[in-house]
């Protein structure tokens, strides 16, 4: 499937494809790295299903980085983590002496891969131990939360970057290139709407239903959305309505299902949106004066594809997964190498969660017009 995740799960099937990955990296020959760059060492903070399925297998295939060290709660998983990338004790972490980390050389950068209330926290810590912080969507739980990530990432002169994989997807950047270029004209209306569908309340994944962990579509995918409202048009947006659609409340409880919302951007550019758990929802359409480009689907793992209402194919790009995530974090450390901006810095998750505070405002105000802070 080509959705933003696969149901969790280790099983067998999925222990051998990540084996074959692993089994294909180590034939994967690396451009040759340029003079005096190492490669940068990555601790994965958090080993579910986003950092055992797609982000340790994509760092093997990586040519500047490499799986160097593992922050966990689950001691449990370490026995096969360690076996599987070869990473030695001295590099292993837990959340509480994640602080330890400030003294390990083989460590440049603490990935953030666990549920969403955790991502500040974390931050911090990896920040004051003078690591840079890779974050995964959404940044944090709130604006405020996500300029505390940045402004610890400053102070302690370490990078910050979101993991928003699509904007490393060469499609996606020939969508935002046409945001300045404007090929069919003045941009008039734009669709976004991204979902997969939720069924578990059991415990794996069970925190994506807890409003206290980060649970909720918004978060999880209406972030797609609202980053591809962005790209699409280069500009920020106004003002947001939402509507909280939910229609499963026995499972829901506390956290949206499903949240329909329309931003408001300059120039009078509207961008429709659905973000849901209760259905598969992967478009991303620009309507423009002379004409429309669309993709879906636009935020998959692989396959991102679409066209053009004169006729131009976006033939999917970057092959099979897990290579846009080895892109994502190619081009992450090559902005730490070569001591530049990312391309998705903390800034980028910021102007999101600033939308999704007033998405969250107007939807509890059952659809009220909310202006979105500026930064
Ligand atoms: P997951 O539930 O599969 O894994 C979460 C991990 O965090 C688990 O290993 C769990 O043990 C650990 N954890 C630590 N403290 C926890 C707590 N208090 N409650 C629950 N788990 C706790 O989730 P996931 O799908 O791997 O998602 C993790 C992060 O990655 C989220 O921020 C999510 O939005 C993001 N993600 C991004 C993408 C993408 O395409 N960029 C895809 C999937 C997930």
Redesign the pocket.
Known sequence: MAG??NP?GWTRREALQSMALAGAAAAWSPRALGRGQRRIGVALA??????RD?LAPALQLTRHCRLAGLV???PD?LPEWQGRYGIPDRNVYS?DDLHRIADDPDIDVVYI???????KPLALVAAAAGKHVWC???MAMDAAEGAEMLKACRDNRVQLAI???MQHEPNTRRFMAMAKERPYGRIVKLRADAGWFVWRDGA?????LDPA??GGAM??MGVYCINAARYCTGMEPLAVQAWDETARRDLFKGVDETIRFRLEFPEDIVAECVTSFGRNLNTLQVDCERGWYMLSPFQG?EGNQGRASDGTVFAPQLGPRPRMQAEQMDQDALAILENRTPRAPGEEGLADMRVIDAAFASARAGGERVDIARG
Do not use: F, I, M, Q
């Open positions: 933003e995740r969790p958090g080993l579910g299903h986003y950092s797609l966990t709660g689950s998983k959340y891969v666990t549920p969403n209330h955790l991502h995964e969507k959404p993991g928003y994989r794996d994944g069970a925190w994506r962990r980060g978060y999880d793992y």
